[in-house]
């Protein structure tokens, strides 16, 4: 049987960083409210003439060094992205051409939060399917350009970043032992719409809009969400919680992950956190927090990382990886 094993990643930031600080002179907020509320202290913003697939080419890059991978070898690059550079072409395609690759075919994903994992499910489908050897998958967010930053309940919560990772179709023998992606879970319910969502968009105002929450529903769909797809991820690997090594959770509240890692009874240092220093940075949030932790030596080889996340939609999911 075939499996999808992850042979490289990679992460970008933004240079310029803006701190709690700075945003309470911008609303009426403080430094200690949002760090108690959500863990966050910080968030990168992009630079004004860098775009989502600016970000995406400098994780791109840097997850096909980590995996010595060119252009050449790639069959297709998924993209998942809320704030595409242009409505279209996909932004996935822009990558493609900065990248120089000439052959394949890439496309885009709008599963906000969520998106990586959608991503990540897309491009394992298409390996294990046989319709492709390498996979790019990348997440990248420009959030700051869809934030009202009048809105104190909304602009303190995000940040831009891109991660990125390079999937190859490898030989498994079908049980949770090998290496690779061993299962995803997606999940969405469109009637919870107005919980989150984007005031705006070609068809309906003709502009970007900006993104609107009502977070203490969110939170609580949040938490009973979140823990079915983990439950469902482990049945399906007739795995329990003990076997977990790592969890890598989209950033959008520490108290959301906190309350996850207690249910699971992981230990914190099993937890790999980002949400101070990157805030929420949507589909972006699993592969930054993800590459983080391999990079610094964290994840190793056969460790079992669980990956969950929630977004607009609303949309959520989980996955299981060996790595
Ligand atoms: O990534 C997509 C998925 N998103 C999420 O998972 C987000 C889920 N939701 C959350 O993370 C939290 O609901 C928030 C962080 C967004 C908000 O935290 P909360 O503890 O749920 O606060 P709240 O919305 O219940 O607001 C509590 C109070 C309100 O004042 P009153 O009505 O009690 O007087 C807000 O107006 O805090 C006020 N408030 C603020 N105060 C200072 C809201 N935002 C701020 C702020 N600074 N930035």
């Given at each position: 049987?075939?499996?999808?094993?992850?042979?490289?990643?990679?992460?970008?930031?933004?240079?310029?960083?803006?701190?709690?600080?700075?945003?309470?002179?911008?609303?009426?907020?403080?430094?200690?409210?949002?760090?108690?509320?959500?863990?966050?202290?910080?968030?990168?913003?992009?630079?004004?003439?860098e775009c989502t697939s600016d970000l995406a080419l400098k994780a791109a890059q840097a997850a096909m060094d980590d995996a010595g991978i060119t252009a050449d070898?790639?069959?297709?690059?998924?993209?998942?992205?809320?704030?595409?550079?242009?409505?279209?072409?996909?932004?996935?395609?822009?990558?493609?051409?900065?990248?120089?690759?000439?052959?394949?075919?890439?496309?885009?994903?709008?599963?906000?939060?969520?998106?990586?994992?959608?991503?990540?499910?897309?491009?394992?489908?298409?390996?294990?399917?046989g319709q492709a050897?390498?996979?790019?998958?990348?997440?990248?967010?420009?959030?700051?350009?869809?934030?009202?930053?009048?809105?104190?309940?909304?602009?303190?919560?995000?940040?831009?970043?891109?991660?990125?990772?390079?999937?190859r179709r490898a030989d498994g023998n079908g049980n949770s032992n090998d290496r690779g992606v061993l299962s995803t879970h997606l999940h969405s319910d469109g009637r919870l719409h107005d919980l989150?969502?984007?005031?705006?968009?070609?068809?309906?105002?003709?502009?970007?809009?900006?993104?609107?929450?009502?977070?203490?529903?969110?939170?609580?769909?949040?938490?009973?969400?979140?823990?079915?797809?983990?439950?469902?991820a482990l049945e399906a690997n007739d795995l329990t919680a003990k076997d977990i090594d790592w969890l890598v959770p989209h950033q959008a509240n520490k108290r959301i992950i906190d309350g996850m890692a207690r249910k699971l009874g992981l230990a914190p240092e099993q937890v790999v956190l980002t949400i101070d220093r990157h805030a929420n940075t949507s589909a972006a949030s699993i592969p930054l927090a993800l590459c983080e932790a391999v990079r610094d030596g964290r994840i190793k080889p056969g460790h079992l990382i669980l990956m969950e996340a929630i977004g607009g939609g609303l949309s959520w999911g989980s996955s299981l990886v060996r790595w």
């Open positions: 049987m075939h499996r999808s094993r992850i042979i490289g990643c990679g992460a970008y930031l933004p240079e310029r960083i803006m701190t709690n600080h700075e945003l309470a002179r911008m609303v009426e907020t403080s430094h200690e409210w949002i760090v108690s509320r959500t863990g966050i202290c910080q968030r990168h913003i992009a630079a004004e003439d070898d790639i069959d297709l690059i998924v993209l998942a992205t809320t704030t595409p550079d242009q409505t279209f072409p996909a932004t996935a395609t822009q990558v493609q051409a900065k990248l120089n690759m000439t052959r394949g075919a890439a496309f885009d994903v709008q599963a906000v939060c969520a998106g990586f994992l959608y991503a990540l499910a897309i491009a394992d489908n298409f390996l294990t399917a050897e390498t996979v790019l998958v990348i997440g990248s967010e420009t959030y700051s350009r869809i934030l009202d930053w009048q809105d104190r309940r909304t602009c303190i919560l995000f940040g831009d970043g891109a991660g990125a990772v390079m999937l989150l969502y984007v005031d705006g968009g070609p068809s309906s105002t003709q502009t970007a809009g900006h993104v609107r929450m009502a977070g203490r529903e969110v939170f609580r769909h949040a938490v009973i969400k979140l823990t079915e797809a983990v439950e469902e």
